[in-house]
Each structure stands twice: as structure tokens, then as C-alpha cells.
């Protein structure tokens, strides 16, 4: 009997501690206000602002300097229109590949987005 209690109390244990950990697929964000503020939680900054909705598949669209590229989109389809478009883009252009932390309906263009999938979660993709 106390090694199923102190098995039981064991996977709690565990499961809590996962739970404190960023989605796996990223999660999603309404807005892409709420994918900024989620950035900077990260410790990341953003205070050169410019919400442009520059990015033709997304719904929104904004920077955070000229390197960091934060979209939200309203279907699967469009996020994968834009990395599609990207790689086509790059490859017709020979200018190689960039990567991207992709969540569920965001795209995060940003310096070392291997570090930043720890703190957020989501997926990293080559362009």
C-alpha cells in the first residue's frame, strides 16, 4: 500500500512540474500584441515597437528591431503560406536558410530562436 501512495505522490509530483513548462506547441495568441508581451516575458526586448502588418499572409504583422519579425495568423493554411513563400523566396534568391520559432498561429523571425523555443515553446523551422 505505501508504495502505490508514495507511487502515486510520485507522478503528482512530476506532473507538476511539467505543467510549469511552455506548451509544447507554442500556444496561440489573439493578438500580436500578446505574442509581444509573451517575447518579452522571455527577457527579450522589444521597445523599437513598429506594428506595421507588413507580412502579406498574416493577420498581424509588427517589429521589434529590424531583425525581430513577431505575425500572428487566423488558419494553419496562412501560417504555412508564409513559410512556404519565405523558403520559396530564399531559394530563389540563393540567400539561404534563416529559422523561425513557429507556434500555433505565430511566427517569431528573431536571433537564436533555439534558446527562445525553452522559454516558449512552439517549433523551430528552417526557411
Known sequence: MRRAVAGCVG??????ACAGGPPEKGGSFKTVEDLRDAYVKTGRDCSAWKHEDKMKAAAQSAECDSSTVLSTYLSQSQ???????????NDKLDLGSDEWL???????????????????GGTVVGT
Open 102 to 120: 513557429v507556434g500555433e498561429n505565430w511566427i517569431i523571425n528573431a536571433k537564436d530562436v533555439a534558446e527562445l523555443q525553452k522559454k516558449m
Open 79 to 89: 501560417l504555412e503560406e508564409a513559410i512556404r513563400g519565405v523558403k520559396e523566396f
Open 11 to 16: 507522478l503528482v509530483l512530476m506532473l507538476g
